[in-house]
């Protein structure tokens, strides 16, 4: 069966003083974690030991990487690569997410280098998609985010998408205020699954978790989480505010 995830991404925010305190208050919360949720901390590289490290005497609450290259070692200044991330503990890394995409000139081989590499090392990588506010409204979405999984994940073993955790992002609703409804939430979540279920048949498709992004807060989570199709969501600015985090986790089904 599929978890429900509820991922955080601090995104290039906080000193460590300040992420201390922000996960350690999260943590002292008294969340229950049970079998079929996850709770992730995509915290800065600079913090990701210290945080694996605290992570570690939680049950089903674990660290994750904002980024990670896609070459196994070498001559790539400046970057991280996953054989790194496992040496201290972290198993997990958001790959292609929108900033990403944007800021960084990253593209969808780029990112299907990134995800395989991952698998091959066993870290589960956490694939970000999602269309900008234009192609909305020209109501090319679903197209637009079938070619992204096709030239990302489409190469993939059966095995391996059962790996992978997708994070449907609309740029158009990351740090805007503006969310998606659950109901547009629930309908690109479902024309993800049936593009799953086309490529790996539904079996597969059912195995794969699907988070939403973009403007979650402990105000819409339930709603959104609520809809079948939706496995929990990868949340920005509310993860930065412990009370807030904490309910979303709460939230999960
Ligand atoms: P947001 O960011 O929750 O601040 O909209 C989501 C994300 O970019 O992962």
Redesign the pocket.
């Known amino acids: 069966m599929r978890k429900q995830i509820a991922a955080a ?1 601090w995104k290039m925010n906080l000193t460590v003083t300040e992420a201390e305190t922000l996960l350690y208050s999260i943590l002292d919360a008294g969340i229950e974690v049970s079998e079929n949720q996850k709770v992730v901390f995509a915290v800065p590289s600079p913090y990701l030991a210290m945080a694996a490290k605290k992570v570690a005497d939680y049950n089903n609450i674990s660290v994750a990487a904002q980024n990670v290259y896609s070459k196994k070692s070498g001559a790539f200044t400046g970057e991280t690569s996953v054989s790194m991330l496992k040496s201290i503990g972290v198993v997990h890394a958001i790959i292609g ?3 990403r995409r944007e800021y960084f000139n990253e593209g969808n081989q780029f990112i299907a280098e990134k995800v395989k590499l991952c698998l091959q090392e066993s870290v589960v990588p956490i694939f970000c998609c999602g269309e900008a506010l234009p192609v909305r409204e020209a109501g090319e979405q679903n197209g637009f985010v079938q070619t992204q999984l096709e030239e990302s994940l489409f190469d993939l073993s059966a095995d391996e998408i059962q790996q992978v955790v997708i994070a449907y ?1 609309p740029i158009w ?3 805007t205020g503006k969310t998606a409804s659950s109901d547009q939430a629930q309908e690109m979540h479902a024309h993800i699954r049936s593009q799953l279920a086309g490529k790996y048949g539904e079996a597969v498709s059912e195995n794969v978790s699907i988070l939403y ?4 807060k402990a105000s819409n989570a339930k709603e959104i989480f609520g809809k079948p199709d939706v496995d929990g969501g ?5 993860s930065l505010i412990a009370d807030e985090f904490v309910a979303i986790i709460k939230a999960l089904k």
């Open positions: 991404n997410h929108s900033e992002e609703a990351i740090g992004g973009g403007s979650v990868l949340v920005g600015g509310a």
